[in-house]
């Protein structure tokens, strides 16, 4: 009898229960912060890379466009000023050869307008969360930003005023 009552007693105990929910809970909690961690360097990713083709756009729609602005105009794309140095990126694994420029207007002359745009450059994940799915690779995204700006240097004799 006395062991019945033990039986009943240990049957009816809930001490367990909530370390028993929260080992249940916890995979899904770590994948929710990591995919939401991910998110924010997308979106801090896209943004950065935004505001470096419109910056290199307001660039050079004040300078002659001539080969050598162009390239500054790419090095202001990819690390902010005119000249890079290996490792100054803003973003990680963005290059010179991830940025176009390109004139619309006329053949000769000065353009109407210059766009700065990223091509070619997919945001890689820290964490591998396509790897619960048994997906070997990492799942890239690929972040395309673009900036039109009028050009406004009007001289044609290609002064840099």
């Known amino acids: 009898m006395r062991r019945i009552m033990l039986l009943r007693r240990f049957a009816r105990n809930e001490k367990g229960g909530t370390l028993a929910e929260l080992a ?17 360097r997308l979106f801090q990713t896209y ?33 902010g000023k005119t ?14 050869a991830n940025v176009v420029v390109e004139a619309e207007g006329p053949p000769s002359g000065n353009p109407i ?30 972040v395309r930003p673009s900036t039109t700006m009028y050009y406004m240097l009007n001289n044609t004799a290609g002064s840099t005023e």
């Open 24 to 40: 249940i809970l916890i995979p899904f909690l770590i994948m929710l912060a990591a995919s939401v961690t991910e998110l924010g």
């Open 47 to 79: 943004s950065t890379l935004s505001k470096s083709t419109r910056n290199a756009a307001r660039y050079l729609s004040g300078k002659p466009y001539d080969p050598a602005h162009i390239t500054f105009t790419k090095h202001m794309a990819v690390c």
């Open 83 to 96: 000249a890079c140095t290996g490792g100054d990126e803003l973003v990680t694994g963005l290059e010179l």
């Open 113 to 142: 307008r210059v766009t700065v745009r990223i091509d070619d450059y997919n945001f890689r994940p820290l964490f591998n969360l396509a790897g619960i799915f048994n997906v070997d690779d990492f799942v890239e995204f690929p």
